[in-house]
């Protein structure tokens, strides 16, 4: 069956350090592959996306995903992290033809401490 | 810049009314999305359409239904909303474009609409 996995439900980082969020897939094939960030209260917005080529990632604020096919793992970075980073991070797939659904993981949400 | 917007940020309503939450989006795109967000879920697909007067079932249809009669305009209805449909409700558009290209496939999503029945 299709499904994404994040498996921190939730991380707790001091400013300044280092991120690491997880996100494993399972897939028939190498699908397309998104990080979303929820802030308290809002939608959600587009941090990055992999479609092919070049497996690392860049994105907005900072973030990079670097897809691993051996792993079927695509997750999210930031060398230095900002209290503006706390938030919810979701990892999602989507088929690369056919239906447009995407399948979403449960969430990391991640807590700064100044 | 692109947008999609929610009627409400916050509802509430009692159990067994008839509630009508209302997504509409300025990208031209054809596909649309609802899905439900609780906490240690994630999100949840209801329904989605791919084109005016086209739907298909998500993942969670039970106790919804859904009307596009504009592109730009879909909504989620809840016939006799009971208390377990308490959630945050997103919307999303999305436009298939070429497959290959960068901005296939992406989502774009409202703020979100609570909705509290009680």
């Known amino acids: 069956a299709q499904s994404v996995t994040q498996p921190d439900i939730h991380i707790t980082v001091s400013e300044g350090a280092s991120l690491e969020l997880r996100c494993n897939y399972s897939?028939?094939?190498?699908?397309?592959l998104f990080w979303y960030v929820q802030s308290p209260g809002q939608g959600l917005q587009l941090l990055l996306k992999?479609?092919?080529?070049?497996?690392l990632v860049q994105g907005i604020k900072g973030f990079e995903a670097e897809f691993k096919r051996s792993q079927s793992s695509f997750n999210l970075r930031k060398p230095s992290v900002h209290w503006s980073d706390a938030a919810e991070y979701f990892c999602?797939?989507?088929?690369?033809?056919?239906?447009?659904?995407?399948?979403f993981g449960t969430g990391t949400r991640l807590k700064v401490l100044a | 810049d692109v947008k999609v917007t929610q009627s409400s940020r916050y509802l509430v309503k009692r159990t067994g009314e008839k509630v009508f939450l209302e997504c509409v989006q300025d990208?031209?795109?054809?596909?649309m999305f609802w899905y439900r967000q609780d906490p240690g879920l994630g999100l949840r697909l209801i329904y989605f359409?791919?084109?005016?007067?086209?739907?298909e079932k998500g993942d969670i249809p039970e106790g919804y239904s859904v009307s596009r009669e504009k592109k730009e305009r879909f909504s989620l209805i809840l016939e006799s909303a009971s208390t377990n449909q308490t959630s945050m409700y997103l919307c999303?558009?999305?436009?298939?474009?070429?497959?290959?290209?960068?901005?296939?496939?992406?989502?774009?999503f409202g703020p979100g609409t609570r909705l509290t029945v009680l």
């Open positions: 999303a558009s999305s436009s298939p474009g070429l497959a290959g290209l960068s901005s296939y496939n992406e989502q774009f």
């Open positions: 897939y028939g094939a190498t699908p397309y």
């Open positions: 992999y479609f092919s080529g070049d497996t």
């Open positions: 999602a797939v989507a088929p690369t033809s056919g239906t447009y659904k995407y399948i």
């Open positions: 990208m031209d795109h054809e596909n």
């Open positions: 359409s791919y084109d005016v007067k086209m739907k």
